[in-house]
């Protein structure tokens, strides 16, 4: 499975961004047997998980640190997930990554996803 992230940028404090994810090579079934995650990495820290969603059901989760700002969305037709994100705040800045899990059970476990994709910047300045 191909991910390919785009979307970052640069935007200041209380701005918005969407990211998107596109996914195509797919080993077993079709984009609807797959969950995206969405992950990121701020310098000198953890990967940690922002979001996720079922593509099968549409089930979505999200971290405490984005509810309410962020919004995960997907449309099969084009096998794109895409993250909205409002309201961003200087801690939003970090590489932005989306990833695959072959499953329908929405998880933020970032250890289950099998494909990653290279990343995109969000860099939130004051």
């Given amino acids: 499975?191909?991910?390919v992230e785009s979307?970052?940028?640069l935007?200041?404090?209380g701005g918005s961004l969407r990211l998107s994810c596109s996914a195509s090579g797919f080993t077993f079934g079709d984009?609807?047997?797959?969950?995206i995650g969405w992950f990121r990495q701020a310098p000198g820290k953890e990967r940690e998980a922002v979001s996720c969603i079922s593509t099968f059901d549409g089930t979505t989760d999200y971290a405490d640190s984005v509810k309410g700002r962020f919004t995960i969305s997907s449309d099969n037709a084009k096998n794109t997930v895409y993250l909205q994100m409002n309201n961003l705040?200087?801690?939003d800045t970090a590489v932005y990554y989306c990833a695959a899990d072959y499953g329908t059970i929405a998880t933020m476990t970032e250890g289950l996803y099998d494909y990653w994709g290279q990343g995109t910047q969000v860099t939130v300045s004051s």
């Fill in 89 to 91: 705040k200087l801690e």
């Fill in 31 to 35: 984009f609807s047997d797959y969950n």
């Fill in 11 to 13: 935007v200041q404090a």
């Fill in 7 to 9: 979307g970052g940028g």
């Fill in 1 to 3: 499975v191909q991910l």
